[in-house]
């Protein structure tokens, strides 16, 4: 992966490389676990669609601290699920400072997170969506 090399190449030119691990992939039962031992999941990313790693981490009650530009910020402001960060650097950092200060809120969303993803990222809620989305075509 070139991408890998570059970003640990990078890593190594901001003398933040003893801060990071590379643990590459991981199967489904890990991942839960790592997820679910951390109290927040960092994504400001340019450009996300859906971000499933963010409904991954908000089902084991892990909040969330992601960019303006991941397709679930709305769910997750509107369910107050974690904080959303606009791309640029004041942002961000009083974005994480804002999560780092909020214990509170990081137990509130462990306790709630879970059931909020269940009750709409399930089967039934789904499949009703898509049908009310069909219906809308016509």
Not at 4 to 14: G, R
Not at 83 to 109: F, G, K, R, V
């Amino acid at each position: 992966f070139y991408y890998e090399e570059k970003l640990k190449q990078l890593a190594v030119n901001l003398n933040i490389s003893q801060f990071i691990d590379w643990i590459g992939y991981i199967e489904k039962e890990k991942k839960y676990n790592i997820l679910a031992s951390h109290q927040l999941l960092v994504l400001f990313s340019y450009n996300e669609n859906f971000a499933n790693i963010v409904l991954e981490s908000l089902s084991v009650g892990t909040a969330v601290a992601i960019s303006n530009k991941v397709g679930l910020a709305p769910f997750v402001t509107e369910y107050k699920l974690g904080w959303i960060a606009d791309l640029d650097p004041h942002s961000i950092t009083e974005t994480l400072t804002n999560a780092y200060e909020s214990p509170q809120i990081i137990t509130n969303i462990r306790d709630d997170a879970p059931s909020v993803i269940r009750s709409h990222f399930n089967e039934a809620s789904i499949l009703k969506e898509y049908l009310e989305l069909y219906k809308n075509l016509n």
